[in-house]
C-alpha cells in the first residue's frame, strides 16, 4: 500500500460513472491493494487493474462495494458519513455510537409526550423552529 493519505472530500459516492481516479481513491481510502479489491468484487485482479488504469470502464458495482469497504455509506442524504470503530461519523467528524442514536429516538418521544401534555393544559401547540428558537402557535382545527 502506498503513503498516499486519501480524503474523501469532494468524492462523488453516488456518481453512476465513476472514473478511474474515483476507484482508486476509494480503494486508497478502504486501505486494499489490488488484488484485495479484486477479491472483494469478485473478479480478477487482472480485470480490476484495468479499470484502475481506464483500459475498460469503471463498474459502478465495484466502486461502490470499494467505498463500502472503506466504511463509507452510499445512500441519498448519506453522503460522507462513514462508519468506522463502532461508530457512525458525520462528514464534520462527530463519531456517534449505537447508543447516542437511540437516545435520540428516546429524546423524540419525550418531546412528543411534553408537547401533548402541554397541550392539554393550554390549548396551544409548541412549536420548535431550528433557526428562530421557541415559539407557541394555535391549534388550528
Same mark, same amino acid.
Given at each position: ?40 468484487? /469478485? ?7 484495468? !479499470?484502475?488504469?481506464?483500459?475498460? =470502464?469503471?463498474? &459502478?458495482?465495484?466502486? #461502490? ?27 464534520? /467528524? ?7 442514536? !437511540?437516545?435520540?429516538?428516546?429524546? =423524540?418521544?419525550? &418531546?412528543?409526550?411534553? #408537547? ?26
Amino acid at each position: 500500500m502506498s503513503n498516499i493519505s486519501p480524503d474523501a472530500e469532494g468524492m462523488d459516492f453516488l456518481n453512476p460513472n465513476p472514473t478511474k481516479d474515483m476507484l482508486r481513491t476509494a480503494r486508497h481510502l478502504a486501505g486494499i491493494n489490488y488484488g484485495e479489491a479484486a477479491e472483494l468484487c /469478485g473478479i480478477e485482479e487482472s480485470y480490476y487493474r484495468k !479499470m484502475e488504469r481506464g483500459t475498460i =470502464d469503471v463498474k &459502478v458495482s465495484v466502486y #461502490r462495494l470499494i467505498l463500502c469497504r472503506a466504511g463509507y455509506l452510499i445512500h441519498n442524504g448519506w453522503e460522507g458519513w462513514k462508519i468506522r470503530k463502532g461508530k457512525i461519523w458525520s462528514p464534520v /467528524g462527530s463519531g456517534h455510537t449505537p447508543g447516542d442514536i !437511540m437516545s435520540i429516538y428516546w429524546l =423524540d418521544q419525550s &418531546v412528543r409526550t411534553l #408537547r401533548a401534555e402541554l397541550y392539554q393544559k393550554t390549548g396551544q401547540l409548541y412549536d420548535q423552529d431550528y433557526y428562530h428558537g421557541y415559539e407557541f402557535r394555535d391549534h388550528e382545527a
